[in-house]
């Protein structure tokens, strides 16, 4: 087997990955405030079951990258973060108490911190011009996974049994199906995933990185490139060569520093938008249930067969942006998505707020809205990710994404927070949504010129000191 055909194995797994973390979230969700309930647990419970999640990977994900940086390889990362998966759903399966079944939302976090490795090899094992299509790609597999997982829901309600001494039923056996799930998926890994190095779809050669001549002159090196020197300079190598390089570059924290490379313009940009688009995303998702049935009074059906609408439309919306980026700079789609979140904030507040005319204008209004949130997210949520990866150092890419993924956790966290209080008084909820989407979109456009990858910024450069 070839490098080429290792990648796209490689590629297919982690698109299976994300799909995984899509149909847990799907198959979980529904069920889980029926199963709390059960155990006699307090309402405040569900608010805590669904973050002690995203807190856990928003502590792990940092570590996580740190640790594929220094190793420079996430196979073995992945492998063991999915048993944090397994033990988490096997510990939901349980049930037992409801400090367990918070207690396995949080084990089970702690697996999805991998992510940020994951990121951080797609980065290393990517050229620039085609990794937000990749990254579209990913994305759109674990939307995916959210618009399957329902379909699981079908036969997992049905379930009525005992095995051994516990008993399966539609509260439990999302957890033994994941729990399942996961456990293939680790065969999966070890059969069809290699930490490959990036392959030139010119040559068919194996491309490495260009290792700097003079540790010196390294040092003194920006970690986003120079003039002289390109970030992303490749050179093809033998096997050898490839080992012995990948061997040297497991330092990669020599010259590194978290404050120099996290606290620049265009980085801390890309972190804001990172935040508020899952903000405003996980406050929409949490408005639209209470939204819906006191505006239309609609049951589970409707809600299920509006949530499976949504789906598709984000799908199409990411294969959409794959190949949109393929046409356009990154700094022009996070542009993009970035008006369109604002325009449909605007005609949620004066359609949605006091909504008059009836239930067919209303309803109208609302799919409208609805439509043009989901729109604008794919661009949003794809650029701001490519354009990370470009600006931040290929080395310490691991981190890296660990920080951006925790910044999106911690918005995850705050986001339902901020609109379960608020399902009554819409005004403030989207008020506050478009003061920050005006903010981050002024802040965008001040940065524009610096929200590209340094080797564009040095041509630029170049071209208006010859001109």
């Known amino acids: 087997m070839d490098n080429l055909q290792k990648r796209n194995l ?14 847990e979230y799907a198959v979980i969700l529904p069920t889980i405030w029926k199963y709390l309930q059960i155990l006699e647990a307090p309402p405040y419970f569900l608010g805590l079951g669904l973050s002690a999640f995203s807190l856990s990977g928003l502590l792990t994900g940092p570590l996580f990258g740190l640790w594929s940086d220094r190793r420079q390889t996430t196979k073995s990362i992945i ?9 988490g759903n096997l510990m939901y399966f349980i049930g037992y108490s409801k400090w367990l079944l918070l207690s396995s939302r949080l084990v089970a976090g702690v697996g999805a911190g991998a992510g940020s490795s994951i990121f951080g090899f797609l980065t290393r094992s990517t050229k620039p011009e085609e990794r937000a299509g990749i990254f579209a790609a990913i994305m759109a597999c674990r939307q995916a996974g959210l618009l399957v997982g329902p379909a699981f829901n079908l036969f997992l309600r049905l379930c009525d049994f005992k095995l ?47 290792k700097r001549e003079d540790e010196e002159e390294e040092e003194e090196v920006p970690l986003i490139g120079s003039d002289e020197e390109p970030l992303h300079a490749y050179r093809a190598v033998d096997s050898d060569q490839s080992e012995s390089s990948a061997s040297a570059g497991r330092k990669p924290f020599k010259s590194f520093s978290a404050s120099a490379e996290l606290l620049r313009e265009e980085v801390l940009v890309l972190l804001t938008a990172q935040f508020i688009t899952l903000f405003n995303q996980t406050a929409l998702e949490t408005m639209v249930t209470p939204l819906t049935q006191r505006l239309f009074s609609f049951g589970e059906l409707s809600n299920s067969l509006m949530y499976s609408l949504c789906g598709v439309e984000v799908i199409l919306g990411f294969f959409f942006v794959r190949w949109l980026s393929r046409k356009v700079a990154d700094r022009v789609v996070l542009a993009a998505g970035l008006f369109i979140c604002c325009i449909a904030c605007v005609w949620c507040l004066i359609f949605l707020c006091d909504p008059r005319g009836g239930y067919g204008w209303e309803l109208s209004g609302f799919i409208i809205g609805v439509f043009l949130q989901l729109l604008g997210l794919p661009f949003v949520a794809v650029s701001q990710v490519s354009l990370f990866s470009k600006v931040t150092a290929e080395k310490t890419q691991g981190f890296s994404q660990g920080v951006r993924r925790s910044v999106g956790g911690l918005a995850t966290i705050l986001g339902p927070l901020w609109a379960g209080g608020l399902t009554n008084d819409l005004y403030i909820m989207l008020g506050v949504m478009l003061a920050l989407l005006i903010m981050i979109t002024v802040m965008t456009g001040l940065s524009y010129g610096r929200l590209t990858e340094p080797r ?11 001109g």
């Open 79 to 87: 492998l063991f973060a999915n048993l944090f998966e397994i033990a």
């Open 164 to 210: 051994g001494p516990f008993v399966v039923n539609k509260y439990t056996s999302p957890g033994i199906f994941m729990c399942l799930l996961w456990v293939l998926l680790q065969f999966v890994v070890l059969a069809l995933y290699w930490d490959v190095p990036p392959i030139s779809s010119e040559e068919g050669t194996v491309m490495v990185e260009m």
């Open 456 to 466: 564009a910024v040095q041509s630029a450069q170049s071209s208006d000191s010859g």
């Open 10 to 23: 490689t590629f297919l797994t982690i698109g299976l990955i994300f799909m995984l973390n899509g149909i």
